[in-house]
């Protein structure tokens, strides 16, 4: 079983997509403090949720904003402009829980839990 959970601020306001079968994609990056507090470190994690749940977070999501996700973690390779190979992970989020507001901003709408429940069976993960 692959699941992780992480915790932190979204690293910039989400983005709406649309794969080719027409269902929504919803993508952010979110930046998770790791180290100690005499060496902090910042790991970032790229997000990726999809359908009905996805067009619903989009206007509730906001840069700055501390959550928490769960879902199946990959680690991606690529190889940067430089030439030199490079790792990344990503991750197919199946739970999110707001935790904050957008740090130092204003919310994008009222927050409001988005519940699996109200989408049923029709969520993709």
Do not use: H, Y
């Not at 790791?34 to 949720?49: A, E, F, I, Y």
């Not at 707001?98 to 009222?110: I, W």
Request: proline residues 4%; neutral net charge; glycine residues 10%.
């Amino acid at each position: 079983m692959n699941l992780c959970i992480f915790s932190g601020r979204i690293g910039q306001d989400p983005q709406m997509g649309q794969l080719s079968s027409g269902d929504a994609l919803l993508k952010f990056s979110l930046a998770v403090s790791v180290g100690r507090r005499d060496n902090p470190q910042t790991m970032w994690l790229r997000c990726s949720m999809f359908g009905r749940r996805a067009q619903a977070l989009e206007t509730i999501l906001a840069k700055g904003q501390k959550v928490t996700v769960s879902g199946a973690v990959k680690l991606d390779e690529f190889t940067n402009k430089e030439g030199v190979a490079k790792q990344s992970l990503s991750m197919v989020v199946s739970d999110i829980e707001l935790m904050s507001e957008p740090k130092g901003g204003e919310p994008r709408q009222a927050k409001q839990a988005v519940a699996q429940d109200e989408f049923g069976d029709d969520i993709p993960f």
